[in-house]
């Protein structure tokens, strides 16, 4: 079918003039660490003369200058109806999905490719979905937002237009640890973030021209790179978004990645790589000496910050007897030895730059390792094989970097052959992330691009809200930076008026993205809808649990408050406890 162009109609209102102006997109190509303010808006093309059937969708073309950054333009590919599906929360009605593909400017790039579904009941509000890794794959726009309910509709569900890209590049069978796409400039900037806004551009589009109307609400929801993709988006495009959700955000992204390196590095030295029985042994002894700081023994460490001041493995006892093994020598699974706990130090404790980067990281924290789940196997749970993927995996960190080496192994592995050295053949192992010698510039360049700029200001004044999320023992991406975020954010703005549109919540419990031990469920749409559009800022807000003990509900509370337990009650009740700290 030959391409076509849709005609668009001013609309001689002043109303819908007015909506043209409160929904435009912000322009230009600034860096990550460039602020959203600095860049005029893009006008938002007038509402179509009249809807447009899915069919008609197939073809359709997306001129250029309809996208805030430089592209040759983006068209559908397939356009098709999809009839009414599910019960209860899992209803989904009839609705069109659209795929497309966004053309870069080097044609020697890959495309983006996207989809949009628009549901035949259109709430006039629109969700865009993050990805997770490097991307690589199109997000499912039929499904929920991270760490979404259960027994509540899923953002299509509920009538919203739905959207997402692979953000510019197709992944092979690494899947979201694939890098290849970073020989290609022009791939590595979509990732930095270009592709956000050029799938925003064309999707937003295209939802016009389906229901010859404007889009009232646009929110962003996503968890790790889409976390950071989220945070990336309110603050380069602030005027594209009225709300977003930042699960686990990466939004020091390059930051993140040299401290994992770190990681990967003490983890790959002689005798350091802890087996999942030594994992066991260790989430073990920690929860024996945490657990009921939090005032119950529940299998949950809620005061975090305590135990982490409180908890050394050199001296931590397991049933009685010590967590190291005598002498500091590797003697089987009933301890550790010396050169583990000395990696799992590592991973305690921060990462420093003895180099400038570009972005103004001097820094990546240390993770929660202590009651953290680094990949057990014999726990049987459905996420289990997930939670230990996305941690320790169950092969040391080696080259040829094993395909079960630890998830953020294979990560860097791949970021500095294709990312930084653009060599095939270079021994990453070797790679310091501290002192990296001749590529501290290129380090520098892309920290530009990864590294997002915590500057809020510009979505502050438009109204944005945001809503910021991250379970304690996260060890892939740092609970406490996400903590340092937060935190600057207030020194730089006030407490006062962060808590006006930011709330975060710590989830004691949850690893990253899934948990057996609390895998946290959280109506997070609901809340951010009620306080974007009705004003009602969040409160009383409880997180579920959906695997450790399915049902069990905890309050959210705002940072850095955790949950205590009041001294009576139902354990497995939000209501007996409150917010301490």
Not at 150 to 166: C, V
């Amino acid at each position: 079918m030959k391409p076509i162009t849709l005609a668009l109609r001013l609309v001689p209102s002043p109303l819908v003039a007015l909506a043209l102006v409160a929904c435009g997109g912000g322009g230009g190509g600034a860096g990550a660490a460039d602020a959203g303010a600095s860049n005029p808006p893009l006008p938002s093309p007038p509402a179509a003369a009249s809807p447009l059937a899915c069919e008609q969708l197939a073809g359709m073309s997306v001129p250029a200058s309809a996208i805030g950054l430089p592209t040759s333009g983006a068209s559908v590919t397939g356009a098709s109806v999809v009839a009414a599906s599910g019960t209860g929360a899992s209803a989904v009605g009839e609705y069109c999905l659209v795929a497309g593909k966004i053309s870069p400017v080097d044609k020697t790039a890959p495309d983006i490719l996207f989809k949009v579904a628009l549901p035949a009941t259109w709430n006039s509000k629109v969700v865009m979905f993050g990805g997770g890794g490097f991307n690589g794959s199109i997000p499912n726009v039929v499904g929920n937002v991270p760490n979404g309910p259960t027994d509540q509709p899923t953002p299509l569900g509920r009538g919203y237009a739905t959207f997402a890209s692979d953000s510019g590049h197709q992944g092979n069978a690494l899947g979201s640890q694939d890098n290849s796409f970073g020989m290609n400039d022009e791939a590595v900037d979509n990732f930095g973030g270009d592709a956000v806004k050029k799938t925003h551009d064309a999707a937003s589009f295209l939802v016009r021209a389906r229901y010859a109307a404007e889009i009232r609400k646009s929110y962003f929801a996503g968890g790790s790179t889409g976390g950071r993709e989220a945070l990336a988006s309110i603050t380069r495009w602030p005027q594209d978004w009225d709300g977003a959700i930042a699960w686990y955000p990466a939004w020091n992204d390059a930051a993140a990645i040299l401290g994992g390196h770190r990681t990967n590095r003490a983890l790959a030295q002689p005798g350091a790589y802890p087996n999942t029985p030594k994992r066991a042994l260790l989430m073990k002894a920690a929860l024996q000496a945490c657990d009921a700081l939090d005032g119950v023994a529940d299998g949950l460490i809620s005061d975090q910050t305590r135990c982490n001041a409180i908890f050394d493995p050199s001296t931590a006892m397991v049933d009685g007897a010590p967590l190291r093994c005598a002498g500091g020598t590797d003697a089987g699974d009933t301890c550790l030895s010396d050169a583990q706990i000395a990696a799992l130090k590592t991973m305690n404790t921060d990462t420093r730059f003895n180099f400038l980067l570009a972005s103004g990281e001097t820094q990546y924290p240390g993770y929660n390792v202590w009651g953290a789940d680094l990949g057990i196997t014999s726990i049987t749970t459905a996420v289990q094989p997930t939670v230990t993927f996305l941690a320790l995996g169950t092969s040391q960190p080696m080259l040829p970097m094993p395909r079960t080496a630890p998830y953020i192994s294979v990560f860097t592995d791949q970021w500095i052959k294709n990312s930084v050295t653009r060599d095939a053949n270079y021994d990453s192992l070797s790679f310091d992330p501290e002192n990296p010698g001749p590529w501290a510039a290129r380090l520098s360049q892309l920290s530009t691009k990864l590294d997002t700029k915590v500057d809020l200001d510009a979505f502050h004044a438009k109204g944005g809200k945001l809503l910021l999320a991250h379970g304690t023992v996260d060890v892939l991406v740092s609970t406490r930076a996400t903590e340092q975020y937060y935190q600057r954010l207030q020194s730089q703005m006030g407490s006062a008026t962060v808590d006006s549109f930011v709330r975060f919540y710590e989830v004691p419990g949850l690893g990253h993205a899934a948990s057996s031990q609390f895998n946290a469920s959280w109506d997070s749409l609901t809340a951010l809808e009620a306080w974007a559009e009705q004003g009602t800022a969040p409160s009383g807000q409880v997180v579920k649990d959906t695997v450790g003990v399915p049902g069990r509900t905890r309050p959210l509370c705002d940072f850095p408050k955790w949950p205590k337990y009041k001294g009576t009650g139902d354990v497995n009740l939000a209501a007996s406890f409150t917010c301490a700290g």
